[in-house]
């Protein structure tokens, strides 16, 4: 029997069981050998590997994390530690390697690239939703929806008290989660890495929506901002219009959780795909999905392609919410 493994690294996202589960039953289906490996590149370096059947799989697609587990691995990230991830996925017979993750994971793969001579397929599960070539990537809906329902909640307080809110969510370098949870939820301002922001021109709106009769107003802001934290913007403004901002950082509770129904549809069709991609003989490549239609994405391109937001929603935000 040809054999694949898979494992997951990087942060953790929903959905990412639903990946492995497909992966491993798919695969079975065509007559693979699979091989599930823990705690990412670690697992590799270190030969934490573990044959998988059908029923190894059974019941995790609707568990959050991952059975896998992740790990950071700062071996993998010299020239000795991947040769010795090389070393063990070659004397285990391992042809092609499946990794569910993000920027950081694809990365690793294309350092792998360089050391070992079979195939590696990613499959974008990340809840920034910043990977080039993909609509969507595994956990993005579950997190905006985690962050919905906190800002849901906040809504209700803020109404009550009257009062101003920054709720601060993930995206160190991408607005998606900020951008999607802010419409839906009805916010007054969305702040993203992607824009300039202006503080001076949020206090004017924000005195303008007081003016109109608005006495509650809620700020979303992605980590990433280039005006700063939820703390460092509460600041700034304060220092122009003199109100006092509640904080609310949401963390990491939006990794968390059972995915979506569309998390784990997405989950299973690139899961698949993947080993679809595999005996297709492709190689370096992600699974990805556009437009609802399944397409083979370059890792090269994934990483270093820039993913646009919608600028189109965001300009339209602040007219929704007055």
Request: aromatic share 6%; hydrophobic share 40%.
């Amino acid at each position: 029997m040809k054999k694949i493994c898979v494992f997951t690294s990087g942060g953790d996202s929903p959905g990412m069981n639903a990946g492995i589960r497909a992966v491993v039953r798919y695969g079975r289906a065509k007559g693979l050998e699979v091989i599930g490996v823990f705690r990412g590149y670690d697992g590799l370096i270190n030969g934490k590997l573990k044959d998988f059947n059908e029923r190894s799989v059974s019941n995790i697609i609707q568990q959050g994390g991952t059975i896998l587990k992740t790990a950071r691995c700062a071996e993998f990230r010299t020239e000795q530690g991947v040769k010795k991830a090389a070393e063990t996925l070659t004397k285990n017979n391992i042809e092609a390697v499946i990794a569910i993750g993000g920027d950081g994971t694809f990365k690793g793969l294309l350092a792998l690239k360089k050391y070992w001579q079979g195939q590696i397929i990613g499959v974008p599960g990340t809840i920034d939703n910043d990977l080039y070539g993909t609509d969507y990537t595994i956990g993005f809906d579950t997190a905006v929806n985690t962050a919905l329902e906190a800002i849901d909640k906040i809504r209700d307080t803020a109404n009550a008290h009257e009062r101003c809110f920054i709720v601060e969510v993930m995206g160190r370098h991408a607005g998606f989660l900020a951008i999607a949870a802010g419409i839906a939820g009805g916010v007054e301002e969305i702040l993203v890495p992607e824009t300039k922001t202006d503080i001076k021109a949020i206090a004017q709106r924000l005195k303008e929506n007081e003016e109109k009769g608005k006495q509650s107003n809620i700020i979303i802001v992605a980590e990433g901002d280039d005006a700063g934290n939820a703390f460092e913007i509460s600041e700034k403004l304060k220092k122009v219009n003199d109100i006092d901002y509640k904080i609310s950082i949401l963390g990491y509770i939006q990794r968390g959780g059972a995915p979506t129904a569309n998390d784990r549809i997405l989950a299973s069709k690139l899961g698949a795909y993947a080993v679809d991609l595999y005996l297709a003989g492709e190689s370096g490549v992600m699974a990805g999905e556009t437009k609802g239609e399944l397409c083979a994405v370059s890792l090269e391109d994934a990483v270093n392609k820039k993913k646009d937001i919608d600028k189109n929603l965001l300009n339209i935000g602040c007219f929704l919410s007055q």
